[in-house]
């Protein structure tokens, strides 16, 4: 874990190294349209994911050798997969393996609160929230810790890096949360 931890630092410290106090009071960048856009795509991924859409769930993501994906199983363990092909291989499997019928969802609800949003720059954006993720039949839900590094090409937001911590182990009663 203090692995994982010291990775994302460390590519949130690269990333912040590059940016100069002269360029953010330069930019024209409109940070609460920017953030409805990348929401947009992190809903647009999560809704894909959970609905076992893998064409869809791959088109939210930068695919280079720089991204990034980890996330704990329900033992405690995580899995990191540096790089696209990795990411891809693993979570194309899991999309595979995991298919549910149509209409259908693995997480048919989910909430996110206490979201942060940090802008490096005009093109890169840092994320971090509690998730609620509801289970199949829609009588708990289960809690992770989220992360997501945006990156912007060609004008859109794409995702770098997903960090998913889930606490697997202690379900929250389906009346006890509530979008903010």
């Known amino acids: 874990m203090k692995t994982v931890m010291y990775a994302l ?3 949130l410290c690269a990333f912040s190294s590059c940016q100069t106090a002269d360029s953010k009071a330069t930019s024209n960048l409109d940070e609460e349209k920017e953030k409805k856009a990348i929401l947009q795509t992190i809903e647009n991924e999560t809704n894909c994911f959970f609905n076992g859409d893998y064409n869809c769930w791959k088109e939210n993501f930068i695919q280079a050798n720089y991204a990034f994906q980890v996330w ?8 990191p997969k ?3 092909n990795e990411v891809d ?7 595979e393996d995991n298919k549910v019928g149509q209409g259908g969802s693995n997480n048919p ?3 996110r609160k206490g979201m942060i949003v940090k802008f490096f720059g005009d093109n890169v954006a840092y994320l971090i929230w509690h998730q609620y993720n509801a289970d199949k039949k829609m009588k708990h839900f289960i809690h992770s810790t989220e992360t997501r590094i945006m990156e912007k090409q ?3 937001w794409k995702i770098v890096n997903v960090t998913a ?3 697997r182990n202690q379900t929250i009663p389906m009346d006890s949360i509530t979008a903010e």
């Open 165 to 167: 911590l889930w606490d």
């Open 9 to 11: 630092r460390l590519f």
């Open 82 to 84: 540096i790089g696209w």
């Open 89 to 95: 291989d693993k979570i194309g499997r899991y999309i």
């Open 72 to 79: 704990s199983d329900a033992s405690g363990a995580f899995d």
């Open 154 to 156: 060609d004008g859109k």
């Open 109 to 111: 609800k989910v909430i």
